[in-house]
């Protein structure tokens, strides 16, 4: 995980890769650091805390130079502290180094390191890289060779960026790890994602798999890891700056929760005429993900297997390689809002191994895993800065629905979302009530069931209760003996075909006396409940999404009633590029 950029120009670059770091802090943040070149020499200031916690006390943008990198961390190797934040130097504090990514033989090199004599500041498996790099010029070879060969010396992940004192070049490279270049005029950038970028440019270039290059203020060079020239196309993104700020909201999640009802049109318009011919002709479809992305998926087996008729087996990507065995005729469905997580890049490559076509849902064009793909269906969502998803879902939702119901009158989907919120000020009063409870229960069928889902993956992501999710039938096979006196119980139940089993669920619930709140259009269903939210529209089929932002709400009120920033769960990390 962990967010890194690099800024080569005449500009301040202590406060361009400052900005930088506070958009990528989604990535990582729990230390940071920035160092840069200047007349005097390498200055390099990092700590322990959030982006602007770190960067004020240290006074960022007093750093002179115009060519830097930066680093907002998400720990794998070493506890969080000063030490530990890149970037790293190697023994002569010339060479500097940030790192994305795991490197697995760390400790191998690093002792045979240690053996001649370097010595080291932290406990990552990063510092390393500079401490190679050292070696390499030690021994005559030109920077970006010893970049290079360094590199190629080590197993595992890396998106990592180098500066030298004195040079005016940074030295970027990647291996299943995202890592974009960012061309400006007179300046040029390298980032973990472009939106850290788009004050400066909107052309980018996305890093290839073991790809590296050589920035300039003039120019960049790329080069495959045998360091040959390779000509590489800039790609144009119409994303906005603003996009990437919260406009008046005081966290991005709230923004991006109503950002929803804007960008659902942009979803279904998404251009989905390659992927029609794939669904149709596939004798076999799996579908992976991870996390909200996984929901989405099991959203598209409900509906292919009930609609089209398909058998479609939904897998957590992390597992996929361990219990799915695809084929040549088998097509598989990849939903990412990122396009880089790294347990979805192995499912797909297991599967490309085994001959199988592949579709990706993504909103990040250029990303990982549409290089792996056969097809990629861009989601249109715009970027997404909040840690928890939530438009991109909804992004993910209105794609599959387009997939599965190519002849059916979408139209109605944002406004009947948008509709859906204004339910905000009863639900925060909701969430209010629910900041003291231990267990908070979610109960669905049917197309309810991952939405559910969802919505208790929000909460406990966010507001650190624990909350669960099943069936509604379900619960007579053992969660029912959890429920007591006062527990919260939120009961997905549109009018649709499950009403009645919801209710007789929701009964179940009230004669152990927990707390019903529903979400529902169902005068019955609100009669039996303690509190009846009112969800809008009529079409059973469209109810997932009258559904979705309510619980996104009641999420984002529970975290915030409890003094957590919603945007930045303990623990957790966008984008998240290990395994
Ligand atoms: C939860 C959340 C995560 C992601 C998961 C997959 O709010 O955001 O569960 O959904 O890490 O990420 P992507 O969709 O980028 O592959």
Redesign the pocket.
């Given at each position: 995980m962990c967010g890194i950029i690099g800024y080569v120009g005449n500009g301040k670059a202590s406060e361009i890769i400052y900005n930088g770091l506070r958009t990528l802090e989604y990535r990582g943040y729990d230390s940071v650091g920035v160092v840069v070149d200047t007349p005097s020499g390498i200055d390099l200031r990092k700590g322990k805390g959030m982006v602007e916690e770190v960067g004020d006390s240290l006074d960022f943008t007093s750093m002179g130079g115009s060519i830097g990198i930066g680093h907002t961390r998400w720990a794998t190797h070493g506890v969080p502290c000063k030490e530990n934040a890149h970037p790293h130097t190697d023994c002569t504090g010339k060479i500097a180094i940030v790192h994305n990514g795991v490197i697995e033989n760390y400790q191998e090199l690093r002792d045979e390191l240690a053996g001649k004599g370097h010595k080291f500041s932290s406990e990552t498996d990063s510092e390393i890289i500079a401490h190679l790099v050292e070696e390499g010029k030690k021994s005559g070879k030109e920077t970006f060779q010893a970049f290079l060969s360094s590199l190629k010396m080590l197993k595992g992940s890396y998106a990592a960026a180098l500066l030298v004192e004195g040079e005016k070049k940074l030295y970027v490279a990647r291996k299943n790890s995202p890592l974009v270049v960012g061309l400006g005029k007179g300046e040029n950038l390298a980032a973990s994602d472009m939106t850290a970028m788009l004050r400066h440019t909107r052309d980018f270039v996305p890093l290839g798999e073991m790809e590296a290059a050589v920035l300039e203020p003039r120019g960049v060079a790329f080069y495959s890891m045998d360091g040959n020239e390779l000509r590489k196309e800039p790609m144009h993104v119409d994303w906005s700056t603003e996009m990437a700020e919260k406009g008046g909201f005081p966290h991005f999640m709230l923004k991006e929760i109503h950002d929803q009802k804007h960008f659902l049109y942009e979803s279904l318009a998404a251009d989905v005429s390659r992927a029609h011919p794939l669904i149709s002709n596939a004798k076999k479809i799996h579908i992976t993900?991870?996390?909200?992305?996984y929901h989405a998926s099991l959203m598209f087996k409900c509906l292919s297997q009930k609609f089209l008729g398909k058998d479609c087996d939904a897998t957590i990507a992390s597992e996929y390689p361990f219990i799915s065995n695809p084929d040549s005729n088998t097509l598989v469905i990849a939903i990412?809002?990122?396009g880089e997580?790294a347990d979805?890049m192995r499912a797909l490559e297991y599967a490309r191994g085994k001959g199988a076509k592949i579709l990706s849902l993504t909103n990040v064009a250029g990303s990982s895993i549409t290089r792996i793909s056969d097809e990629v269906v861009l989601l249109n969502s715009g970027p997404e800065v909040s840690?928890?998803?939530t438009k991109t879902f909804t992004s993910q939702l209105a794609v599959l629905y387009r997939l599965v119901f190519p002849g059916k009158d979408l139209s109605a989907i944002p406004a009947l979302l948008g509709k859906s919120l204004e339910s905000e000020i009863e639900i925060k009063r909701i969430s209010e009530s629910l900041r003291e409870k231990r267990d908070i229960f979610f109960l669905g069928r049917g197309l309810s069931v991952p939405i559910a889902m969802e919505g208790a993956?929000?909460l406990k992501?966010i507001s650190y209760l624990h909350a669960e999710a099943y069936p509604g039938g379900e619960l007579k096979h053992g969660p029912l003996s959890l429920i007591e006196p006062g527990v919260p119980v939120i009961a997905l139940a549109p009018n649709d075909e499950t009403v009645y089993k919801m209710l007789g669920n929701i009964k179940e619930v009230r004669a152990r006396g927990g707390f019903v709140v529903s979400f529902t259009n169902s005068r019955e269903i609100a009669k039996e409940s303690d509190i009846a939210v009112e969800i809008p529209g009529s079409d059973p089929l469209l109810a997932p999404f009258a559904m979705i932002a309510p619980l996104q709400l009641l999420a984002y009120y529970a975290s915030v009633s409890k003094g957590i920033n919603p945007d930045r769960p303990r623990n957790l990390a966008?984008?998240?590029t290990v395994e």
């Amino acid at each position: 995980m962990c967010g890194i950029i690099g800024y080569v120009g005449n500009g301040k670059a202590s406060e361009i890769i400052y900005n930088g770091l506070r958009t990528l802090e989604y990535r990582g943040y729990d230390s940071v650091g920035v160092v840069v070149d200047t007349p005097s020499g390498i200055d390099l200031r990092k700590g322990k805390g959030m982006v602007e916690e770190v960067g004020d006390s240290l006074d960022f943008t007093s750093m002179g130079g115009s060519i830097g990198i930066g680093h907002t961390r998400w720990a794998t190797h070493g506890v969080p502290c000063k030490e530990n934040a890149h970037p790293h130097t190697d023994c002569t504090g010339k060479i500097a180094i940030v790192h994305n990514g795991v490197i697995e033989n760390y400790q191998e090199l690093r002792d045979e390191l240690a053996g001649k004599g370097h010595k080291f500041s932290s406990e990552t498996d990063s510092e390393i890289i500079a401490h190679l790099v050292e070696e390499g010029k030690k021994s005559g070879k030109e920077t970006f060779q010893a970049f290079l060969s360094s590199l190629k010396m080590l197993k595992g992940s890396y998106a990592a960026a180098l500066l030298v004192e004195g040079e005016k070049k940074l030295y970027v490279a990647r291996k299943n790890s995202p890592l974009v270049v960012g061309l400006g005029k007179g300046e040029n950038l390298a980032a973990s994602d472009m939106t850290a970028m788009l004050r400066h440019t909107r052309d980018f270039v996305p890093l290839g798999e073991m790809e590296a290059a050589v920035l300039e203020p003039r120019g960049v060079a790329f080069y495959s890891m045998d360091g040959n020239e390779l000509r590489k196309e800039p790609m144009h993104v119409d994303w906005s700056t603003e996009m990437a700020e919260k406009g008046g909201f005081p966290h991005f999640m709230l923004k991006e929760i109503h950002d929803q009802k804007h960008f659902l049109y942009e979803s279904l318009a998404a251009d989905v005429s390659r992927a029609h011919p794939l669904i149709s002709n596939a004798k076999k479809i799996h579908i992976t993900a991870c996390g909200t992305s996984y929901h989405a998926s099991l959203m598209f087996k409900c509906l292919s297997q009930k609609f089209l008729g398909k058998d479609c087996d939904a897998t957590i990507a992390s597992e996929y390689p361990f219990i799915s065995n695809p084929d040549s005729n088998t097509l598989v469905i990849a939903i990412s809002q990122s396009g880089e997580t790294a347990d979805t890049m192995r499912a797909l490559e297991y599967a490309r191994g085994k001959g199988a076509k592949i579709l990706s849902l993504t909103n990040v064009a250029g990303s990982s895993i549409t290089r792996i793909s056969d097809e990629v269906v861009l989601l249109n969502s715009g970027p997404e800065v909040s840690v928890a998803a939530t438009k991109t879902f909804t992004s993910q939702l209105a794609v599959l629905y387009r997939l599965v119901f190519p002849g059916k009158d979408l139209s109605a989907i944002p406004a009947l979302l948008g509709k859906s919120l204004e339910s905000e000020i009863e639900i925060k009063r909701i969430s209010e009530s629910l900041r003291e409870k231990r267990d908070i229960f979610f109960l669905g069928r049917g197309l309810s069931v991952p939405i559910a889902m969802e919505g208790a993956l929000k909460l406990k992501e966010i507001s650190y209760l624990h909350a669960e999710a099943y069936p509604g039938g379900e619960l007579k096979h053992g969660p029912l003996s959890l429920i007591e006196p006062g527990v919260p119980v939120i009961a997905l139940a549109p009018n649709d075909e499950t009403v009645y089993k919801m209710l007789g669920n929701i009964k179940e619930v009230r004669a152990r006396g927990g707390f019903v709140v529903s979400f529902t259009n169902s005068r019955e269903i609100a009669k039996e409940s303690d509190i009846a939210v009112e969800i809008p529209g009529s079409d059973p089929l469209l109810a997932p999404f009258a559904m979705i932002a309510p619980l996104q709400l009641l999420a984002y009120y529970a975290s915030v009633s409890k003094g957590i920033n919603p945007d930045r769960p303990r623990n957790l990390a966008k984008s998240v590029t290990v395994e």
